[in-house]
């Protein structure tokens, strides 16, 4: 699959682009549920991030250095190093008049629409997590500090792969951390993890340890997403070892969720591979057994997944007070 191809794969998600394909922004479908005043995601359940002012970003949209069989992106296609950088300003004013197209639909007269349409105007909350590792943008610490000098910014959420260490340690020399950073875990060995992020890198697992091992130095609020896939990670055996990383690595929050029989993964994962809620819930509950840091503290059925946090964290779970 080509470049364009690849682009038209996109569109069809209704992904915008910004430059020549580096940058795409999305209203996700828990965005779009809370501008017709139908909910909102887990994210702001357990953190209070603004929902319905999300923008979801990505500055690397088709380049990833994992192809995770989980992924609901084309990931076979999405190899190698992203071409020179755009300018994280232009990269935000053009991402900014993207979503405008995409939630344009959403501009009624009715007086609530309204209201709720002006509100998913205000772009309290950055997600740099919509497609691709963000990570290889080489002007990511300019990008987050932009956002979050912005007039209205609340919070700015990071997803990483954890790939990226040098990255991620440059984030936070140069001040410039995320509100909260996430690194997402779907293997606690290098075998599994091999074999579930296809990753060929040559120090890959070794790259991955040293950002899991830079969590508990850094000054902002960090999170380890576990991804349980039925038949491949989810398991007696994993259970021992994933205790064992987490309980290493003291992130703040770990969201233990299952994985979304979703996009392009379902031709490398069958349905059943989807755990349902309340297998994630068992999980978790056996996890927290065998991790003395941690405490359950929420869930969303919805979206199949549980929260837990570190006992002695730092942090309120809430950034921002809202339902
Ligand atoms: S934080 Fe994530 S789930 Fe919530 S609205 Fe933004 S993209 Fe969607």
């Given at each position: 699959m080509n470049k364009e191809s690849l682009l038209r794969e996109f569109r069809k998600k209704q992904y915008r682009f910004f430059g020549n394909g580096d940058a795409a922004i999305q209203v996700c479908e828990w965005n779009k549920k809370a501008l017709r005043g139908k909910g909102h995601c887990y994210k702001q359940d357990f953190y209070g991030a603004h929902c319905i002012s999300c923008h979801q970003i990505t500055p690397s949209a088709l380049w990833c250095n994992n192809s995770c069989v989980f992924c609901w992106r084309p990931m076979e296609y999405m190899r190698g190093k992203p071409p020179s950088p755009l300018s994280p300003e232009k990269m935000i004013e053009g991402l900014i008049e993207e979503r405008k197209i995409l939630i344009s639909g959403f501009k009624s007269s009715g007086a609530s629409a309204r209201k709720r349409y002006d509100e998913a105007m205000e772009e309290k909350h950055w997600a740099i997590s919509l497609s691709g590792e963000p990570t290889l943008y080489k002007k990511l610490p300019q990008l987050i500090s932009l956002l979050k000098k912005r007039p209205k910014t609340e919070t700015v959420f990071l997803v990483s792969n954890g790939q990226n260490p040098k990255m991620l340690f440059q984030l936070w020399e140069k001040n410039s951390l995320p509100t909260q950073l996430y690194i997402s875990i779907a293997a606690p060995n290098k075998g599994l993890y091999r074999k579930i992020t296809?990753?060929?890198?040559?120090?890959?697992?070794?790259?991955?340890?040293?950002?899991?091992?830079?969590?508990?130095?850094?000054?902002?609020?960090?999170?380890?997403?576990?991804?349980?896939?039925?038949?491949?990670?989810?398991?007696?055996?994993?259970?021992?070892?994933?205790?064992?990383?987490?309980?290493?690595?003291?992130?703040?929050?770990?969201?233990?969720?299952?994985?979304?029989?979703?996009?392009?993964?379902?031709?490398?994962?069958?349905?059943?591979?989807?755990?349902?809620?309340?297998?994630?819930?068992?999980?978790?509950?056996?996890?927290?057994?065998?991790?003395?840091?941690?405490?359950?503290?929420?869930?969303?059925?919805?979206?199949?997944?549980?929260?837990?946090?570190?006992?002695?964290?730092?942090?309120?779970?809430?950034?921002?007070?809202?339902?």
């Open positions: 296809c990753n060929t890198e040559k120090n890959g697992w070794k790259n991955y340890l040293k950002s899991l091992a830079l969590l508990k130095l850094l000054p902002c609020r960090t999170v380890i997403r576990l991804t349980l896939i039925k038949e491949l990670n989810y398991s007696e055996e994993t259970l021992c070892e994933f205790a064992e990383v987490l309980e290493a690595v003291q992130s703040d929050f770990i969201e233990v969720k299952a994985y979304m029989n979703l996009g392009f993964s379902r031709r490398r994962l069958k349905y059943e591979a989807m755990p349902s809620h309340s297998e994630v819930k068992a999980y978790s509950e056996q996890l927290l057994e065998k991790m003395p840091s941690y405490a359950y503290e929420s869930e969303k059925k919805e979206s199949r997944i549980v929260l837990l946090k570190k006992r002695k964290s730092r942090f309120k779970t809430k950034i921002i007070e809202r339902d």
